[in-house]
């Protein structure tokens, strides 16, 4: 699976973002699909996944409430909607991909997107 992201930009405190990000390749049913972010000097942390079989999600408590994840599967394409935006929600953010079990950490995912930036200035 390659991953391909878009969305990111520059926006103020209380504004909204929506990120993309498209998959070629096969999806497999137990696959899940999310995304990271990560600031400069920080790992790379959990935002929001979306399981490809049920469509169950799961969220980082400081994003639960602001951020939507969904899903296209006709576009093999997966959104998160980012809403009331923060300027500590300023980071780059990477979509993933794989067949995981602790949807929350990184090195279980084997397709990663390139990172979009989102910046959110107060």
Do not use: H
Not at 68 to 80: G, H, M, P, Q, W
């Amino acid at each position: 699976v390659q991953l391909q992201a878009s969305g990111g930009g520059l926006v103020q405190a209380g504004g909204s973002l929506r990120l993309s990000c498209a998959a070629s390749g096969r999806i497999f049913g137990n696959y899940v699909m999310g995304w990271f972010r990560r600031t400069p000097g920080e790992e790379r942390e959990f935002v929001a996944t979306i399981r490809w079989s049920d469509d169950s999600t799961s969220y980082r408590d400081s994003v639960k409430g602001r951020f939507t994840i969904t899903r296209d599967s006709a576009k093999k394409t997966v959104y998160l909607q980012m809403d009331s935006l923060k300027p500590e929600d300023t980071a780059v953010y990477y979509c993933a991909a794989g067949s995981v079990k602790q949807v929350r950490v990184a090195r279980q995912y084997d397709a990663w997107g390139q990172g979009t930036l989102v910046t959110v200035s107060s």
